[in-house]
């Protein structure tokens, strides 16, 4: 059974251009969750995902967003990149929305701005 | 709200001994789940162990087990006879009704041949 999904491993761009980051769940699994990773923050959430709708959203500007595919695929993009944005982007699924459920992580996308 | 601090930044163990890792938390839901995940050079995040706040009694997972004591909001980790591929960082996280998980900042665990 193939685990979750993130394409691409890196990528990097430069200020002010925008970035789509894909995640792929582990097969059956409906609910996306996305979290970004930096030295200074730590670990921080940014949306929950289940059924093509956004259930949570974390304390980050509107340049960041996503979306969720009929399929439970889903994509995050950050608008107007910034330096701060350099983080490790990391998904998450489980097979319906709830912590009970589980969640598995990919391996995260690592996104660098220059 | 909910917090969660993990004040050892760095710990070291000799393999086949013992190690704790400690955490304190804070969140204002009765109702929550307790986990600790670990992140390997890989990246990955990898569910150590979960511990409903609910259940009394501490969950176990094979050479991994928690010390929950609820009344002090404290959640630690003994990871027992040691390896060498339980080298990695270590972050403990809290979540509840809106399913987000809080982490801390994490321990770095170096295991010593």
């Known amino acids: 059974k193939a685990g979750v999904t993130q394409t691409p491993r890196y990528l990097i761009k430069t200020r002010g251009q925008q970035v789509t980051l894909s995640c792929s769940p582990i097969?059956?699994?409906?609910?996306v969750s996305w979290y970004q990773q930096t030295p200074g923050q730590g670990l921080q959430f940014l949306f929950e995902y289940f059924s093509e709708t956004q259930r949570n959203k974390g304390n980050f500007p509107g340049r960041f967003s996503g979306r969720q595919f009929s399929n439970s695929r889903s994509e995050m993009n950050v608008s107007t990149l910034e330096l701060g944005d350099s983080a490790l982007y990391l998904c998450?699924?489980?097979?319906?929305?709830?912590?009970?459920?589980?969640?598995?992580f990919g391996s995260g996308t690592r996104l660098t701005v220059v | 709200a909910q917090t969660v601090t993990q004040s050892q930044p760095e710990m070291s163990v000799q393999e086949a001994e013992t190690v704790t890792l400690s955490c304190t938390y804070d969140t204002s839901e009765s109702d929550y789940y307790l986990f600790w995940y670990k992140q390997p050079p890989s990246r990955q995040m990898i569910l150590v162990i979960r511990?409903?706040?609910?259940?009394?009694q501490n969950a176990t997972e094979n050479r991994f087990s928690v010390n929950f004591q609820k009344a002090a909001k404290s959640f630690s980790l003994k990871i027992s006879d040691s390896q060498l591929g339980d080298a990695a960082m270590y972050f403990c996280a809290v979540g509840g009704a809106t399913n987000k998980l809080i982490f801390g900042t994490g321990t770095l665990l170096a295991v010593q041949p």
């Open positions: 097969s059956g699994h409906r609910s």
């Open positions: 998450a699924s489980s097979l319906l929305p709830g912590l009970s459920y589980g969640y598995t």
């Open positions: 511990q409903e706040a609910y259940k009394q």
